[in-house]
């Protein structure tokens, strides 16, 4: 990890809190509404706020089905299967004006929030989460690691939780 993929990374006391941060979203299902796409940009508004990004930041959300979520993560992990989430970081520099995109399947999501009881917009809260902190560097393939990550992801759900 680079010296600009610092996890919890803050922005200074007294740094600005206005949410001007833009947050695209693409629904390639076409499952999701004109309402919940503004949900979605306001619950991923709320996360970068969370992890104390500047409010110039940048973000892309597409939700895919796992036909093509299998696609890239043949494409770019060499994994021939689909999985929930995929996070693509970009050359955001030390501000992380661009931060990224995050690729969410919706079926895998949907299957998930089935198998742990939630809601499928609390999976994709969660999925939200825990694409953003790999875009800032997070893992979870270590021990402590882990910990560290599974800690913030607690933090930032418990700041979305009315979302």
Do not use: C
């Amino acid at each position: 990890m680079g010296p600009d993929r610092r996890p919890g990374f803050r922005t200074q006391p007294g740094a600005s809190k206005i949410d001007v941060m833009k947050i695209s979203i693409s629904d390639e299902t076409g499952l999701l509404g004109a309402g919940e796409k503004s949900r979605l940009r306001k619950i991923a508004s709320a996360v970068l706020r969370g992890l104390g990004l500047p409010s110039s930041t940048e973000l892309s959300l597409t939700f895919i089905d796992d036909r093509r979520m299998r696609e890239l993560n043949r494409q770019w992990r060499s994994i021939d299967r689909a999985t929930d989430v995929l996070s693509f970081p970009q050359d955001g520099g030390p501000d992380y004006t661009l931060l990224g995109d995050i690729v969410i399947s919706l079926e895998t999501a949907e299957r998930q929030s089935v198998r742990y009881g939630n809601t499928l917009r609390e999976e994709i809260k969660k999925l939200i989460v825990h694409g953003a902190l790999h875009l800032l560097g997070h893992d979870h393939k270590k021990k402590k690691e882990k910990e560290i990550m599974r800690e913030e992801e607690s933090r930032l759900m418990l700041t979305i939780k009315d979302l």
